[in-house]
């Protein structure tokens, strides 16, 4: 596709529930990366890959989360048992990556995610 | 850890009016990126400034950054409906690509 593409759109869940949300990055991509956004305030990093290699987790906020991208393309969030503190917006952003130093990065239209 | 602090929060223009938003480090910025929200929507990318003095624009957008590299403005030169949304300020780190987003303005425009 010609952006980045996430599903589902939304997503809700009872809490204790796990969730998986999907990130299909722009083709051809090396860098990938997942933010959490809280209502009303800016993404807040959350994991970053170089291909299939997690270089980042410094922002995953706790060991029930868990990020992969077993191919260097599409990458899964799972949250096991989920909270209610959980509900955020997940973003998806790719970049070209590589040898530049500054990349821009692309976004996704994002998953809502609810815990109820 | 680096921290960016945008002002106003949220701002109410009329159509045609020009208006700024500012975007504010506690560190020296390495790379700077500005990106449009709409409401259920993902960011998109409006511009990114790296150097210090360094002035872009696109269509009627002009971003700038000083040459102290710790503050950047946006200005939106007669504002239209389409100019509505949350502008948000991202910065890059040195060696990373991960950003660190300033909590974002929510523009309203009124006709």
Redesign the interface.
């Known amino acids: 596709g010609a952006g980045?593409s996430?599903s589902p759109r939304y997503k809700v869940a009872k809490r204790g529930q796990d969730v998986a949300l999907r990130c299909d990055p722009i083709s051809g991509h090396v860098?990938l990366?997942w933010?959490q956004q809280a209502l009303?305030?800016?993404?807040?990093?959350l994991t970053?890959f170089q291909n299939e290699a997690q270089l980042?987790k410094s922002?995953l906020p706790s060991d029930r989360f868990f990020a992969e991208r077993p191919e260097g393309s599409v990458s899964t969030l799972k949250i096991q048992r989920t909270q209610q503190e959980d509900s955020a917006v997940y973003?998806c952003?790719s970049?070209p990556?590589g040898t530049h130093?500054?990349?821009?990065?692309?976004?996704?239209?994002?998953t809502?995610l609810s815990v109820l | 850890s680096q921290e960016?602090e945008q002002s106003p929060q949220s701002l109410i223009v009329q159509e045609g009016k020009n208006l700024t938003i500012n975007c504010t480090s506690s560190k020296t910025l390495?790379?700077l990126?500005w990106?449009k929200q709409k409401y259920?929507?993902?960011?998109?990318?409006l511009m990114?400034l790296?150097k210090g003095g360094e002035e872009k624009s696109h269509e009627k957008i002009t971003a700038k950054l000083d040459e102290k590299k710790q503050q950047s403005s946006l200005h939106i030169t007669a504002s239209q409906p389409s100019h509505a949304g949350i502008y948000?300020c991202?910065a890059?780190n040195?060696?990373?690509?991960?950003?660190?987003?300033?909590?974002?303005t929510r523009l309203t425009i009124i006709p």
């Not at chain 1, 009303?40 to 990093?45: L, T, V, W």
């Not at chain 1, 130093?101 to 994002?110: C, P």
């Open positions: 980045v996430q860098s990366f933010y009303g305030q800016g993404p807040e990093f970053y980042d922002g973003l952003a970049s990556g130093l500054i990349n821009i990065q692309y976004f996704g239209a994002g809502r | 960016l390495y790379g990126y990106y259920g929507e993902g960011l998109i990318f990114m790296q948000l991202g890059a040195f060696g990373n690509e991960k950003l660190t987003f300033g909590t974002g």
